[in-house]
């Protein structure tokens, strides 16, 4: 039995150990009205953890306000509850450590897992893993949420998370990191 490979590109060409200088027919655009990339390193003297509640605390990490988009890390320290909410936007997450699931869903995210959310879906985060979770979350558009009786409690967006790490930032004597604001 002969294998085939597949058509087209499988790897990207290239034992060159260098930059490449690639032609750019806008360049000159891209360099008036373009960004860089961004870098935030893993110490928290460029990114604290900020504590969310009781028992999880929140490493900000990217904050753009002109789409609403902001990303972190959550992180619950232990078994608990992160309250019901309703997303307004897109949210894009990774399970880094330990566990966390909906309590809406019958799936239970681990290290790895992939999480997308839909604008518009209510649900109850928890984690039952005896060393809480580390989520990745990349997040668009705001939050809204509710206590246990499902009345509307806050609205949180980009503009609650960046007072979020600035006041923490400003309370505990700490830089406000300008690497975080894209």
Same mark, same amino acid.
């Given at each position: 039995?002969?294998?085939?490979?597949?058509?087209?590109?499988?790897?990207?060409?290239?034992?060159?150990?260098?930059?490449?200088?690639?032609?750019?027919?806008?360049?000159?655009?891209?360099?008036?009205?373009?960004?860089?990339?961004?870098?935030?390193?893993?110490?928290?003297?460029?990114?604290?953890?900020?504590?969310? %509640?009781?028992?999880?605390?929140?490493?900000? +990490?990217?904050?753009?306000?002109?789409?609403?988009?902001?990303?972190?890390?959550?992180?619950?320290?232990?078994?608990?509850?992160? %309250?019901?909410?309703?997303?307004?936007?897109?949210?894009?997450?990774?399970?880094?450590?330990? %566990?966390?699931?909906?309590?809406?869903?019958?799936?239970?995210?681990?290290?790895?897992? &992939?999480?997308?959310?839909?604008?518009?879906?209510?649900?109850? +985060?928890?984690?039952?893993?005896?060393?809480?979770?580390?989520?990745? %979350?990349?997040?668009?558009?705001?939050?809204?949420?509710?206590?246990?009786?499902?009345?509307?409690?806050?609205?949180?967006?980009?503009?609650? &998370?960046?007072?979020?790490?600035?006041?923490?930032?400003?309370?505990?004597?700490?830089?406000?990191?300008?690497?975080?604001?894209?």
């Amino acid at each position: 039995m002969t294998i085939q490979k597949p058509a087209g590109l499988t790897a990207p060409p290239s034992s060159a150990y260098r930059i490449v200088d690639v032609p750019e027919t806008y360049a000159e655009v891209i360099a008036k009205h373009g960004m860089h990339g961004t870098h935030i390193g893993m110490s928290e003297e460029e990114s604290p953890w900020v504590p969310f %509640g009781d028992n999880a605390a929140i490493r900000h +990490l990217a904050f753009d306000v002109r789409q609403n988009l902001y990303s972190n890390i959550l992180w619950i320290k232990g078994p608990g509850v992160i %309250g019901t909410h309703k997303h307004r936007g897109v949210v894009v997450m990774i399970c880094l450590e330990g %566990g966390a699931r909906y309590l809406e869903y019958d799936w239970v995210a681990g290290p790895g897992s &992939f999480m997308y959310e839909p604008p518009g879906l209510t649900h109850t +985060l928890v984690s039952d893993h005896p060393q809480g979770t580390k989520l990745f %979350g990349w997040m668009q558009g705001p939050i809204e949420f509710y206590d246990e009786n499902g009345q509307f409690i806050e609205t949180i967006d980009v503009w609650w &998370f960046i007072n979020h790490y600035e006041s923490y930032c400003k309370a505990n004597g700490l830089p406000i990191n300008p690497k975080l604001y894209l």
